[in-house]
């Protein structure tokens, strides 16, 4: 508890900015997290606008001080090389952090790789 007037409003004030940044840092991951969405369901469209718009609310952040420019510069970075890569019709691995590692595949990809499993499989069998 605060022992002097000034004190006291200063913990107001800091807990009211504590509350701010953690509004403005959840805006943030759910705009990181609409674009890892519209990469895992294969949508080369939504996923490009989602991550124009989401690449604005990060560097948003980093104006605001709420996050470290090179901490948002790796999200865009992986986010948009994800994002080409889904244009490009290849399997995407997307790394939001080093414990996740998430793999969505188009419907082209899907198909090769499954192809690619049975012919292995028969081999495996025959032996």
């Keep these: 508890m605060a022992n002097t007037k000034s004190a006291a409003k200063r913990a107001k004030q800091s807990e009211r900015r504590r509350q701010h940044n953690v509004a403005l840092r959840s805006r943030m991951r759910t705009a990181i997290k609409k ?3 519209a990469i895992e369901t294969g949508d080369t ?3 490009a606008a989602a991550f124009k718009s989401g690449a604005a609310e990060v560097d948003s952040m980093v104006n605001k ?3 470290h420019k090179n901490k948002a510069a790796r999200h865009k970075s992986r ?3 994800a994002v ?3 244009a490009s019709g290849k399997a ?3 790394v939001t952090s080093s414990k996740t590692a998430k793999t969505a595949k188009t419907a082209k990809t899907a198909k090769t790789a499954k192809t690619a499993k049975t ?3 028969s081999k495996a069998a025959k032996k």
Excluded: H, P, Q, Y
């Design 45 to 47: 469209d939504g996923a």
């Design 119 to 121: 012919a292995t499989g």
């Design 84 to 86: 080409k890569t889904l």
């Design 79 to 81: 986010l948009n090389k």
């Design 35 to 37: 674009v890892i969405k």
């Design 65 to 67: 001080g709420l996050t």
């Design 92 to 94: 995407v691995k997307i």
